[in-house]
């Protein structure tokens, strides 16, 4: 016998309760009640007990329905905690919630920098518009629920004029197909970190459990959310300092390494080892070719190929490093450490090498520098005994002339070739510019196989060569692009071998470059053949002659050639002012006659020969060539007034 067939009594509903029966199975005994012909007051106590019942078997309903919710939040907290990246946990954040109350889809939107939230997460989504979905600070449903920190939620969002609007809300619903739509703050703490959005596709009212459990899922994901971020950034940071140790664990493992192999290279050099030996060590540690060069800018040894390094590059970059006391590095492989010992110069270390230089490879090069410093001072100690090339030619620029007469063995001393000629070059030295000046002249005198000194304010230097213009303009134009500013130098030939005359030619070169001075101009260089009748009264041989012949040789041939007189015609044009016409009446002659013998001087003197600056060189050979017609032709009445 069933339930229902039972009389109605306390058993029977408590029967009905147990078993979970249907709301329909009460309907159905309180019915079969009032059929079975009880008395009306039997049937009001069954209707009073069977609507007790059926309250009873809501409440338990209930109970039940949020027992499973419990669950279900409980799970969904506990899933949170075990995401261990933050698009992960958001992922899981909106399937829970549309799981939780078995809606069609939900939306994960978190707060960005402007005020506003942004849709970085859904479940449940149909269409691309959802994850582009940005929407202002304090516009649409997501705004008033950051306002307000409450759920904001609607059963019909097309047609609740209640809801707030936002343009951007609006596209991604229509594109949804979305109906009913709940917004949730995410709240941690006093801070609202971003809205979770759950949508119906139908229209459905939200209950006040569902709105309750929702809330209470976007309040623990809030807490997850930012426990992930904390743990990303601790990851980060982490992962940072992690690298941070190895890189410090890897550069002091390879800085002891550098220092062993620096340290065994200055113990090789305090023990006698030589330059060779370390332009070795170094070349073979840093896997390139070595070249060490002393004070002179001369090579004192290398090892590996230097073949494809252009020297003059090289020497450009010796010169650089050690004017600025620093490294220098060229396109193509080229690394010079000045050798230095403290504010004292001593050279160049240069490497060549086509890879480039990491930490370690440039602490190698230090330590090759260090060691490169001590062979330098023991060359320095054991040759004390030895006058250095630079004395030395400053005791041949200050020597008596007894002394400066024997030219081979002062030669011979100074490293250079007696059987070549020879000339000084003198350049002016800005304040502030002797050191680079010195250091530049130095490696100048090196590669030119020559020898320099520095005295007072000037540069000299003895250099191979018969030119001494040649040599005293590449000088001013080397030596100002070195230094950066214009340089003005003079220079001299030597009269004999590279050492007698020296001091004759420092003079001659010196007082050349007092000339430069006095006329004033940016850098320039010359010589007493360069100055013209200047040069000539500077020059110590004052050769009178030799001013002639070169200003006027042409014209004085001709004349002793063909019997003309083209000398008294200058020498008449110039008396009248330079007028042709004057002149023919000076010398009673025709104006044509005066402008064919002019014509007849351009052709042997050139056509600058009216030029002021020739002029006064051809007036000037004029009256010296009267002096000396005067001194070889006496006067007769003088002659015989004497006798």
């Given at each position: 016998m069933?339930?229902?067939?039972a009389?109605?009594g306390?058993?029977?509903l408590?029967?009905?309760?147990v078993?979970?029966?249907?709301?329909?199975a009460f309907?159905?005994l309180?019915?079969r009640t009032?059929?079975?012909g009880?008395?009306?007051?039997?049937?009001r106590?069954?209707e009073?007990a069977?609507?007790?019942?059926m309250?009873l078997?809501?409440?338990?309903?209930?109970l039940d329905?949020r027992r499973v919710?419990l669950?279900?939040l409980v799970?969904?907290?506990?899933?949170?905690?075990?995401?261990q990246?933050?698009?992960?946990?958001?992922?899981?954040?909106a399937?829970?919630a549309r799981?939780?109350?078995h809606?069609?889809?939900?939306?994960?939107?978190?707060?960005d920098r402007?005020?506003?939230v942004a849709?970085v997460?859904?479940?449940?989504?149909?269409?691309?518009?959802?994850?582009?979905?940005?929407?202002?600070?304090?516009?649409?449903?997501?705004?008033?629920?950051?306002?307000?920190r409450?759920?904001?939620?609607?059963?019909?969002y097309?047609h609740?004029?209640?809801?707030a609007?936002?343009k951007?809300?609006?596209?991604?619903?229509?594109?949804?197909?979305?109906?009913?739509?709940?917004?949730?703050p995410m709240?941690n703490?006093?801070?609202?970190?971003?809205?979770?959005l759950?949508?119906?596709?139908?229209v459905?009212s939200?209950?006040?459990?569902?709105?309750?459990w929702?809330?209470?899922?976007?309040?623990h994901?809030?807490?997850a959310i930012?426990?992930?971020?904390a743990?990303?950034?601790?990851?980060?940071?982490?992962?940072?300092?992690?690298?941070?140790q190895?890189?410090?664990r890897a550069e002091?493992?390879?800085e002891?390494?550098?220092?062993d192999?620096?340290q065994?290279m200055?113990?090789a050099?305090?023990?006698?080892?030589?330059?060779?030996?370390?332009a070795a060590?170094?070349?073979?540690?840093?896997?390139g070719?070595?070249?060490?060069r002393?004070?002179?800018?001369?090579?004192v040894?290398?090892?590996?190929?230097?073949?494809?390094?252009?020297e003059?590059?090289?020497?450009?970059a010796?010169l650089?490093?050690?004017?600025?006391?620093?490294r220098?590095h060229?396109?193509?492989?080229?690394?010079v450490?000045?050798?230095?010992?403290?504010e004292?110069d001593?050279g160049?270390?240069?490497l060549c090498?086509?890879?480039t230089?990491?930490?370690t490879?440039?602490r190698?090069?230090?330590?090759a520098?260090?060691?490169?410093?001590v062979?330098?001072l023991a060359r320095?100690?054991s040759g004390?005994?030895l006058r250095?090339?630079?004395?030395?030619?400053?005791?041949?620029l200050s020597?008596?002339?007894?002394e400066?007469r024997?030219?081979?063995?002062?030669?011979?001393r100074?490293?250079l070739?007696?059987?070549?000629?020879?000339?000084?070059?003198?350049?002016?030295?800005?304040n502030?510019?002797?050191?680079?000046?010195?250091?530049?002249a130095a490696?100048?005198?090196?590669?030119?196989?020559?020898?320099?000194?520095?005295?007072?304010e000037?540069?000299?230097?003895?250099l191979?060569?018969?030119d001494?213009?040649?040599?005293a303009?590449?000088?001013?134009?080397?030596?100002?692009r070195?230094?950066?500013?214009p340089?003005k130098?003079?220079?001299a030939?030597?009269v004999?071998?590279?050492?007698?005359?020296?001091s004759?030619?420092?003079?001659?070169?010196?007082r050349?470059?007092?000339?430069?001075?006095?006329?004033?101009?940016?850098?320039?260089?010359?010589t007493?053949?360069d100055?013209g009748f200047v040069?000539?009264?500077?020059?110590?041989?004052r050769?009178?002659?030799?001013?002639?012949?070169a200003?006027?040789?042409?014209v004085?041939?001709?004349?002793k050639?063909?019997?003309?007189d083209?000398?008294g015609?200058?020498?008449?044009?110039y008396?009248v002012?330079?007028?042709p016409?004057h002149?023919?009446?000076?010398?009673?002659v025709h104006?044509?006659?005066?402008?064919?013998?002019?014509e007849?001087?351009s052709?042997l003197?050139?056509?600058d020969w009216?030029r002021?600056?020739s002029?006064?060189?051809?007036?000037?050979?004029?009256?010296?060539?009267?002096?000396?017609h005067?001194?070889?032709?006496?006067d007769?009445a003088?002659?015989?007034?004497a006798?």
């Amino acid at each position: 016998m069933s339930l229902l067939d039972a009389p109605c009594g306390e058993s029977t509903l408590l029967g009905l309760l147990v078993g979970k029966a249907s709301p329909s199975a009460f309907e159905e005994l309180l019915l079969r009640t009032r059929q079975g012909g009880a008395s009306p007051e039997d049937i009001r106590e069954t209707e009073l007990a069977v609507e007790m019942a059926m309250r009873l078997d809501n409440r338990m309903r209930r109970l039940d329905q949020r027992r499973v919710e419990l669950a279900e939040l409980v799970d969904a907290v506990r899933e949170f905690g075990e995401q261990q990246n933050l698009d992960a946990l958001l992922r899981t954040v909106a399937r829970r919630a549309r799981r939780l109350i078995h809606a069609d889809a939900a939306y994960v939107a978190l707060a960005d920098r402007q005020g506003g939230v942004a849709v970085v997460a859904g479940d449940g989504a149909i269409s691309a518009v959802s994850t582009e979905v940005r929407v202002a600070h304090g516009h649409g449903m997501s705004g008033e629920s950051v306002s307000c920190r409450a759920p904001v939620w609607t059963a019909d969002y097309a047609h609740d004029e209640m809801v707030a609007r936002s343009k951007d809300l609006d596209q991604m619903v229509e594109a949804e197909g979305i109906s009913a739509l709940l917004a949730l703050p995410m709240r941690n703490g006093d801070q609202v970190i971003g809205v979770l959005l759950v949508a119906e596709r139908s229209v459905r009212s939200f209950t006040a459990d569902e709105v309750a459990w929702t809330n209470s899922l976007a309040d623990h994901a809030a807490g997850a959310i930012a426990r992930t971020r904390a743990l990303d950034e601790t990851r980060t940071r982490l992962a940072y300092a992690t690298a941070v140790q190895d890189r410090l664990r890897a550069e002091f493992q390879a800085e002891r390494e550098a220092a062993d192999i620096g340290q065994r290279m200055v113990e090789a050099a305090l023990s006698g080892g030589t330059a060779e030996d370390l332009a070795a060590s170094a070349a073979r540690a840093l896997a390139g070719a070595v070249m060490i060069r002393d004070d002179q800018d001369a090579t004192v040894a290398h090892y590996g190929d230097l073949a494809s390094f252009p020297e003059a590059d090289i020497a450009e970059a010796v010169l650089e490093a050690r004017l600025d006391d620093r490294r220098v590095h060229r396109d193509g492989g080229i690394t010079v450490l000045p050798v230095r010992s403290g504010e004292e110069d001593l050279g160049a270390l240069v490497l060549c090498g086509p890879r480039t230089l990491d930490d370690t490879d440039l602490r190698l090069l230090r330590h090759a520098a260090s060691a490169a410093t001590v062979l330098a001072l023991a060359r320095r100690r054991s040759g004390s005994g030895l006058r250095g090339r630079d004395q030395l030619l400053e005791e041949l620029l200050s020597a008596p002339p007894r002394e400066e007469r024997q030219g081979r063995p002062w030669a011979r001393r100074l490293g250079l070739d007696p059987d070549r000629a020879h000339c000084v070059v003198v350049a002016r030295v800005e304040n502030g510019t002797r050191g680079r000046a010195a250091m530049w002249a130095a490696g100048h005198a090196s590669r030119r196989g020559g020898v320099k000194v520095v005295r007072d304010e000037h540069v000299v230097l003895l250099l191979p060569g018969e030119d001494a213009g040649q040599e005293a303009r590449r000088v001013a134009l080397e030596m100002g692009r070195a230094l950066g500013g214009p340089v003005k130098a003079g220079g001299a030939g030597v009269v004999g071998g590279p050492c007698e005359g020296v001091s004759r030619a420092y003079q001659e070169a010196l007082r050349c470059l007092e000339a430069l001075t006095a006329i004033g101009g940016d850098g320039a260089a010359a010589t007493a053949e360069d100055l013209g009748f200047v040069g000539m009264l500077l020059g110590e041989n004052r050769d009178v002659s030799g001013f002639i012949d070169a200003t006027l040789g042409p014209v004085l041939a001709y004349d002793k050639e063909r019997s003309t007189d083209l000398e008294g015609t200058l020498a008449a044009y110039y008396a009248v002012g330079g007028s042709p016409t004057h002149a023919a009446e000076a010398l009673q002659v025709h104006p044509n006659t005066v402008a064919r013998r002019l014509e007849r001087v351009s052709q042997l003197l050139g056509p600058d020969w009216q030029r002021s600056s020739s002029a006064l060189q051809i007036q000037l050979a004029l009256q010296l060539q009267r002096v000396r017609h005067s001194l070889d032709d006496p006067d007769p009445a003088a002659e015989a007034e004497a006798s």
